[in-house]
């Protein structure tokens, strides 16, 4: 899905500066902070990765 959002001067700067301290450009802060909020309200559920070198119980 692709939307386009009209954000304040100061939602504009915010995003310029997270964007930075991540290393990303625009669209992936956006994306980024946007996944990290819903997960933080619970809205979506944190996707776990699962190495190597994880460890697990049990057996399977």
């Known amino acids: 899905m692709k939307?386009?959002?009209t954000l304040s001067t100061d939602e504009r700067i915010a995003l310029r500066r997270y964007a930075s301290d991540i290393g990303e450009d625009l669209e992936?802060?956006?994306h980024?902070?946007?996944r990290?909020?819903?997960t933080l309200i619970g809205?979506?559920?944190e996707v776990y990765d699962l190495g190597e070198d994880t460890e697990t119980?049990?057996?399977a």
């Open 28 to 30: 992936t802060a956006a």
């Open 36 to 38: 990290d909020w819903l």
């Open 57 to 59: 119980q049990g057996s």
């Open 32 to 34: 980024t902070g946007l």
């Open 3 to 5: 939307i386009t959002l």
């Open 43 to 45: 809205e979506l559920e």
